[in-house]
């Protein structure tokens, strides 16, 4: 592979992960930057140990404007840029396809998109949701992430997309405490972006698009019950319950808990709001 990649780690107090990132990351990377926000649990001793750069910035508020930050002040050199969350890691099979492909896509080709597999209380998930492909590998300096609280996506500011059929995988190793306690930050800024209708599509194409639009239309279902039918259609229709008991409570914990929480702060703020 001639083609140059450097991956870009957004992390923080991520001991669980960041090895095994950097280390998976590294066999198709030649430099990567891992922009932590002053860790205290060694996560940047390790980082370095496995032979990333890490850069210190504080936390602006949300992811986007942390990879955007990145994106315009690392001394980034690769032809291509390669995004990875420190709790993902590429598989075998996308790792094999980016050392073959990557050198032969048509020059007009300038981001690449990859399918992501979820691993939950260490089982793969199967069913209970739809293919998720996210756009994960630009060309440098032709993709910017979309300015938003949360649910952001890289957008191409030119060139075509190509699809490859390797798998990323999402895999966190924290508890479900942990997990309930992220998602109860992620409700608070989900309410926010459903208050100020923050659904436009933008310069998005594709399943980021598709996904976008089915979110503006879910929000105009009623309050509680778009939950518990969210929940009957990734347990029961898209047959989440072959996943076992991972399968129900990944589909209780995201589409119903999760949900109905949301719902329940946009309740309580329009009672205050009648006060």
């Keep these: 592979m001639n083609s140059t990649i450097s991956a870009i780690i957004l992390a923080y107090n991520e001991r669980l992960h960041i090895r095994r990132c950097v280390e998976n990351v590294r066999r198709v990377a030649q430099e990567v930057f891992v922009v932590d926000c002053h860790s205290t649990d060694g996560t940047q001793e390790i980082a370095r140990a496995c032979g990333a750069t890490v850069v210190e910035h504080d936390w602006p508020g949300n992811q986007a404007e942390q990879l955007n930050w990145a994106l315009e002040n690392l001394p980034i050199t690769g032809d291509w840029v390669l995004r990875l969350d420190a709790d993902e890691y590429l598989t075998e099979a996308l790792i094999a396809e980016l050392q073959a492909r990557l050198d032969t896509l048509p020059g007009e080709v300038a981001?690449?998109?990859?399918?992501?597999?979820?691993?939950?209380?260490?089982?793969?998930?199967?069913?209970?949701?739809?293919?998720?492909?996210?756009?994960?590998?630009?060309k440098?300096?032709?993709?910017?992430?979309?300015?938003?609280?949360?649910?952001?996506?890289?957008?191409?500011?030119?060139?075509?997309?190509?699809?490859?059929?390797?798998h990323f995988v999402d895999h966190n190793l924290n508890n479900l405490l942990w997990w309930t306690q992220k998602h109860l930050g992620y409700a608070q800024r989900e309410m926010g972006d459903i208050q100020a209708r923050a659904f436009d599509q933008g310069a998005l194409a594709g399943q980021a698009a598709r996904k976008r639009r089915v979110k503006s239309l879910y929000v105009r279902l009623p309050l509680f019950w778009r939950a518990a039918g969210y929940f009957v259609y990734r347990y029961f229709i898209r047959l989440g319950f072959l996943d076992g008991k991972p399968g129900f409570l990944w589909a209780f914990l995201q589409a119903w808990w999760y949900r109905t929480l949301v719902d329940a702060l946009l309740y309580e703020d329009s009672l205050k709001a009648r006060e």
């Excluded at 069913?127 to 996210?134: H, S, Y």
């Excluded at 993709?143 to 890289?154: G, I, L, P, S």
């Design 111 to 138: 981001g690449v998109s990859f399918p992501r597999d979820v691993v939950f209380l260490g089982r793969k998930l199967r069913f209970g949701m739809p293919p998720v492909v996210l756009l994960r590998l630009w």
């Design 140 to 166: 440098r300096g032709k993709a910017t992430c979309e300015n938003r609280k949360m649910d952001e996506h890289m957008v191409l500011t030119e060139g075509m997309v190509e699809v490859f059929s390797g």
